[in-house]
C-alpha cells in the first residue's frame, strides 16, 4: 500500500508540473500575440495551431519509441529538456514567421508527452478508473496555480509566461528520470513495418463505439479551439481584469469534477458523461456571447468559466479512461496519443484555423470585434456534434458498469 502511495504521489508531481508548464503560457499567449506584438486573428490561430500539428504527428513518435524501443520515463525527460530551449527562444522572437517556426518544433517536443505521461500512470496504477481521476486532477491544480500566477503578477501581454514555462520544462526533464521505470512492454505480435510505426493502434478504430468517440473528439475540438485560443483576449478587451486568474476558476471546477468522477462514471456511463461534457461547450459559448463585464451579466462570464470543468473531465478525461479500457497492453501508449491526434491534433488544428479566420471576419477596421457573433459560431458547432454523438455511440453494457 505504502509503494502504491508512493508511485501515485510520483505520478501526480509529473502531472502538476507537466500542466503548469502548459497553463503558463497558453493561456495567456493570445493576449501577448494580439495586444503587444499586434498580430492578426489569423495570424493568432496559426500559432496555437502549431500544438494541433504537433499531436497528429506524435502518434507515431509515441509508437515508434516510448512503444517500442525506450523507457518511457526517458524519452519524457529528454522531449522536455529539447522543449525548454525552443520554448525559450520563442519568448525572445517577435516576428510571426520566427514565432511559429519555434512553438512549432517546442510543441513537437512536448505533444507526445502528454500521452506518455498518461501512458506511464496507467501502467503503474493498480485500478486506472479510479485512480487515474486523483492522479491527473493534480494537472489541473498546476495549471490553476499557473494561471493565477501570471494574473495576479500581471504578465499577460508579456512574453515571461513563455520563459517560466521553459524553466519549468527543465525541471520536469530532470524530474522524469524519478518516475517509475517504464520499459516497452513485450508483444508476441509479428514485428511489422505498422506495429514499428504504431499504426497498428489504429485497429481500434474496427470498433464502432471507439471510432464514433474518435470522430466525435475531432468534431468538438473545433469549437474547443475558440475557448483556447480567443478567451483570454476576449476578457480583457471587455474589461475583465485579472482575466487570467479569474479563468483558474474553470479548474478549479475541474478538480471538483475530476475527484466527483469515480463515483459518476459507474453510475452514467461513459455515453451520457461525454454528452453532458459536450452539452456544457454549447452553453458556455453561449454564456459568453450574451455576457459581458458590466455587473449584469458578469456572472454570465463567471458561469461559463467555471462550465469547464464538465467541458473538459466529462469529455477529454472520460475518453482517455475509456481509450486505456479497450486499448491492449503493448499499445496503452500509442492509443493514447491517438486520442491526442484526435483531440489536440486534427480537431484544434481545423479549429484553430477556423476560429482565426471568425475572429478575423468580426472585427472591425478599428480592431473592434463582434464577440457576440463569434461565440455563437462554436456554440453551434458544439450542439450538432452533441446530437450526432447521442445518435450514433452505443455503450457496451458491461462497460458502463465496469
Not at 491534433?345 to 468580426?362: A, D, K, P, T
Request: aromatic letters at 14%.
Amino acid at each position: 500500500m505504502k509503494i502504491n502511495l508512493y508511485i501515485r504521489t510520483k505520478l501526480s508531481v509529473m502531472m502538476f508540473i507537466q500542466f503548469f508548464i502548459w497553463g503558463a503560457w497558453a493561456v495567456t499567449l493570445g493576449t501577448y500575440l494580439g495586444k503587444t506584438l499586434a498580430f492578426e486573428g489569423t495570424q493568432i490561430g496559426l500559432i496555437y495551431g502549431t500544438t494541433a500539428i504537433a499531436a497528429i504527428v506524435s502518434p507515431l513518435f509515441v509508437g515508434f519509441v516510448a512503444d517500442r524501443y525506450f523507457a518511457s520515463q526517458r524519452v519524457f525527460s529528454t522531449l522536455h529538456f529539447a522543449g525548454a530551449i525552443f520554448l525559450y527562444l520563442a519568448s525572445q522572437a517577435s516576428t510571426f514567421s520566427s514565432i511559429y517556426i519555434l512553438l512549432l518544433i517546442y510543441s513537437l517536443c512536448y505533444m507526445p508527452t502528454l500521452a506518455i505521461a498518461n501512458g506511464i500512470s496507467f501502467r503503474h496504477l493498480t485500478d486506472p478508473d479510479r485512480q487515474f481521476p486523483l492522479v491527473r486532477v493534480l494537472g489541473t491544480i498546476g495549471w490553476i496555480v499557473a494561471g493565477l500566477m501570471v494574473g495576479f503578477l500581471g504578465m499577460e501581454d508579456r512574453n515571461i509566461p513563455l520563459q517560466i514555462a521553459a524553466g519549468m520544462s527543465l525541471l520536469l526533464g530532470a524530474y522524469g528520470f524519478m518516475l517509475p521505470h517504464t520499459p516497452p512492454q513485450p508483444s508476441n505480435e509479428p514485428r511489422t513495418v505498422a506495429r514499428m510505426l504504431g499504426f497498428d493502434a489504429f485497429a481500434l478504430l474496427r470498433n464502432r463505439s471507439f471510432l464514433v468517440l474518435f470522430i466525435a473528439s475531432v468534431l468538438i475540438s473545433i469549437p474547443l479551439a475558440f475557448y483556447y485560443n480567443f478567451t483570454n483576449l476576449f476578457l480583457n478587451e471587455i474589461g475583465m481584469e485579472n482575466a487570467a486568474g479569474k479563468q483558474t476558476l474553470g479548474q478549479q471546477s475541474e478538480v471538483l469534477f475530476m475527484l466527483l468522477m469515480p463515483f459518476l462514471m459507474r453510475r452514467m456511463g461513459i455515453k451520457w458523461m461525454v454528452a453532458v461534457g459536450m452539452l456544457a461547450w454549447t452553453v458556455r459559448y453561449i454564456l459568453f456571447a450574451f455576457g459581458n463585464a458590466d455587473p449584469a451579466t458578469v456572472w454570465m462570464l463567471y458561469a461559463g468559466i467555471v462550465l469547464h470543468g464538465i467541458c473538459y473531465d466529462f469529455f477529454f478525461v472520460a475518453g482517455q479512461i475509456y481509450a486505456n479500457r479497450e486499448a491492449p497492453e503493448s499499445l496503452k501508449n500509442s492509443v493514447q496519443a491517438i486520442m491526442a491526434l484526435g483531440t489536440y491534433g486534427v480537431g484544434m488544428f481545423i479549429g484553430s484555423l477556423i476560429s482565426g479566420w471568425i475572429v478575423s471576419q468580426y472585427t472591425a477596421a478599428d480592431g473592434l470585434k463582434a464577440w457576440d457573433a463569434i461565440w455563437l459560431v462554436p456554440a453551434s458547432m458544439a450542439a450538432v456534434v452533441l446530437v450526432l454523438f447521442v445518435i450514433f455511440f452505443k455503450e457496451d453494457k458491461r462497460e458502463s458498469t465496469q
